[in-house]
């Protein structure tokens, strides 16, 4: 497989002596510049298929380095999300904090912009929180030791501090569950 790319061919060269470096520039096209080591001469967006690690390359905008793109012999999808209507997937998806809209004008979301914190947006506001402790449906959230306002709370350990205003919270301790309503009394439910 080649990976040298002699073109342009300058001058007057006759035809014979340019037949070879258009036939491995040809070749370096066909195979991706495929080989054990990257190729000597580079451009920006070049793909290199790196047959010692199994993995294709593509040389970044600047042409300073080489960017893993994707697994070679990947009979799957490469890592790629698909556009063929299928919901086959390989590897992870790391959105790093960015929302993952759902609908046609961006006010439907998921979302993780604070930490080990989920939440679900719907219409540009808020109306669910999950946390390692539980979860908040609907309402505003906590601030502090003040609960937040319209809300109804499921969590796993102790009773909320405060009361809440037209909300609920549900908790459980101790294998039971109780139930603290608007004012700040408890029911226990089992």
Known sequence: MSQTWSLPISGSTALSSSRTPINDA????RTLHSGTSAPSSTVAYMLWADTTNNLLKQRDSGDAAWTTVAVLNDTTNWGFLRFDGSNAMTGGL??????LILDADADT???AST???IDVEVGGSDVAHFTATG???GGTADH??????NVVSIFNGTAPVGTLTNGASLYTASGELTVID?????????
């Not at 040809?26 to 096209?29: R, Y």
């Not at 790391?94 to 929302?99: A, E, F, I, K, P």
């Not at 009394?185 to 089992?190: G, I, K």
């Open 109 to 111: 979301s998921l979302h």
């Open 182 to 190: 608007s004012a700040g009394n408890t029911t226990v439910l089992s």
């Open 115 to 117: 930490d080990d914190q």
């Open 94 to 99: 790391d959105l790093d904090g960015q929302q």
């Open 26 to 29: 040809a070749e370096a096209l």
């Open 144 to 149: 502090g030791t003040t609960p937040g306002t």
């Open 135 to 137: 979860l908040k449906i």
